[in-house]
Each structure stands twice: as C-alpha cells, then as structure tokens.
C-alpha cells in the first residue's frame, strides 16, 4: 500500500483539492488543535477520504472532525518537547497496521513493548555525552522505518540541548553530507534488527574510518561504537526502543548544560500553524 506524507499547507494555504476517493487520511497531532492539521483532514474527509485521527486530546477539533479518532492514553503531555505521546502515536499507528493485515506477530510484539521499554529506559548511553562537548552539530543516521527515529532524535537534540543536529538516510548521508564530516564529528546511527542493519553497520564504520566519533545500535560494527541496546523481537517495533534509549541520553545532555529540556526556549505547547 503506497503511503505519502501531504503537507497540510495543501488545503490551508494553497486550498487545492485532491482526489482522495478510497483513500484513507491518517492525522496524528498530540493535542489536536493545530489548525492546519484540522484543515487538511476536514479537506480530505469532504474529497472522499476515510479520515483517521491520533491524538492525546479526546475534546480536540481534529477528533471531533475525523471520522474515526483513535485516542493515544498517554496522560497530560507536560513537557513542551513531547516524548511520550510521540512514543504513543508511534505504537498506536503500529497496533492499526497490525489490525489491518491481521498480524499477530506484530500484535503480540505490541504487547510486550512495555516490559522492553523500561528496560530501553535504562541502557546507558553516556558515551555520546562526553563525544558532545565543545561539538556544535551532530548526525542522526537511520534507515527504514528507524529513519523516522533518527529524524526525532535530531529535532530532539535541537528542541532540548540546542544542538543543531540533521537526520539522514544511511543510503544517503555520503553522497554530500559527508563533506562536513571531520576529525572527532559525532554520529548516532540508530539501527533495528532488520534487513537494513548490515549496510547501517557498515556506514557507520566508513563515517568511524574517516575520524567520526560514531555511536552505532549494532554490534555488527568492526571501528564504530556499539551502544547497549534494547530488542524488542520484533523489527517494527526495535525502533520504538531506540527512541526510548536516546530520550533518556538527550534528557541527560540537556541537563548536563543546564538546559531544562521540558522547557526549550522559544516554543509553545501548542503551535498553531496555517
């Protein structure tokens, strides 16, 4: 089933109309009242779309405006920089992909992610710390659905510690992005246990060769660093314990700097985008 992110700006700047019959419209917003969220869900909805809302918040417009809401359970959201609904939303649109192809494989990895995330919670990751200091920027590697990771990690490390970090495709980092790379860069390359883990370890060691500080979720690395890691059993949902894992690690940079990380400065709780 091909899937696209749209961007909301589809309906609430632009106002174009897409063709959407037997599609579905998948809206995921921790509080649910992002305007141009809500926007492009009512659009698709009125363009023949089945439209599907995630969200924290079960008064929110976008659960009132979806035609199904499925509710994340996660409590007050306290932190501005939200973690535990991010973690939420993820399980959940993996519990929805479960239910729809019937996968009792990823169901029952689903249930026992809690048991694996404490443990996730956990893993000491302080390494990375000490490559941090005196360094302005970073790369979040991943490839897959741990991509999605690396891409969280990377905002998180600029949102809580104001680090500038970007995220990279693993097949991608070295056909540019390599170039800044120099003696002592840090690099944390998120890997699951999949099909996509080799070729990570193996970037990770080309990026180690050339004078990296490279932190790596494998242990299939000959020169990077292996970090200590949590599996899940199951390679969707490896990735929702990595996330874990560089939450606890960010959390501790940040406060290392004397950042509060459940306070960054310049952001709101809620960013109402048209």
Known sequence: MPVASVGPSIASVYQSTLRLRQ????????????????????????????????TNNADSPLAKVGKHALLL??????????????????????????????DSALRDAIFQLPRFLEDAAKTDWSCINHALVGRPSLFCLGRGPALAMAQETALKFKETCQIHAEAFSSAEVLHGPVSIVDEGFPIVALAAADKAEASMAEVADIFAAKGARVFVTSDMV??????????????????????VSAYVMIEKVATTSGINPDAPRHLKKITETI
């Not at 007050?76 to 609904?85: C, F, L, Q």
């Not at 000959?222 to 314990?241: G, M, S």
């Open 23 to 54: 599609t579905a419209c998948l809206s995921i917003s921790q509080s649910g009242q992002s305007p141009d969220i809500v926007q492009l869900t009512t659009a698709a909805a009125a363009q023949g779309a089945l439209s599907i809302a995630l």
């Open 73 to 102: 359970h996660a409590g007050p959201e306290r932190s501005v920089a939200a973690t535990k609904t991010f973690v939420n939303s993820a399980v959940s649109a993996l519990w929805l992909l479960a239910e729809w192809r019937h």
């Open 222 to 243: 000959k020169t990077a660093t292996p970090l200590p890691v949590i599996r899940t059993n199951h390679p969707l949902t490896d990735p929702i314990a990595l996330i």
